[in-house]
């Protein structure tokens, strides 16, 4: 069993950033994909980065060149920098690893709230 721990969320105006950060337990980080997702309220949780074990990574669309994700094996962390935030991204963040052997985990969520 993997328990992820995500912080980093909170209030910013827009136009500001954030960092957020997932801890993984275990040893399998390193093999694992990360992803960050998002849900706002009333709508349905949406992809917003990946990046893969050998360190490949892709972005939605709408937060293309704001958000970069990375991911640092030996401390079993990945990271969303979250720049030039919009009142529109502000949602819950939810972190997903998902194992080499098929296994799928979700962060409890972290509140990113974006005010204009």
């Known amino acids: 069993q993997v328990q992820l721990v995500e912080s980093g969320g909170g209030l910013v105006q827009a136009g500001g950033s954030l960092r957020l950060s997932c801890a993984a337990s275990?040893?399998?980080?390193?093999?694992?994909?990360m992803n960050w997702y998002r849900q706002s309220p009333g709508k349905e949780r949406e992809w917003v980065a990946a990046?893969?074990?050998?360190?490949?990574?892709n972005y939605a669309d709408s937060v293309k060149g704001r958000f970069f994700i990375w991911r640092d094996n030996a401390k079993n962390t990945a990271f969303l920098q979250m720049n030039s935030l919009k009142p529109e991204d502000t949602a819950v963040y939810y972190c997903?690893?998902?194992?080499?052997?098929?296994?799928?985990?979700w962060g409890q969520g972290t509140q990113v709230t974006v005010s204009s």
């Open positions: 990046i893969s074990s050998s360190g490949w990574i």
């Open positions: 997903y690893y998902a194992a080499l052997g098929g296994s799928r985990y």
């Open positions: 275990g040893s399998g980080f390193s093999s694992a994909s």
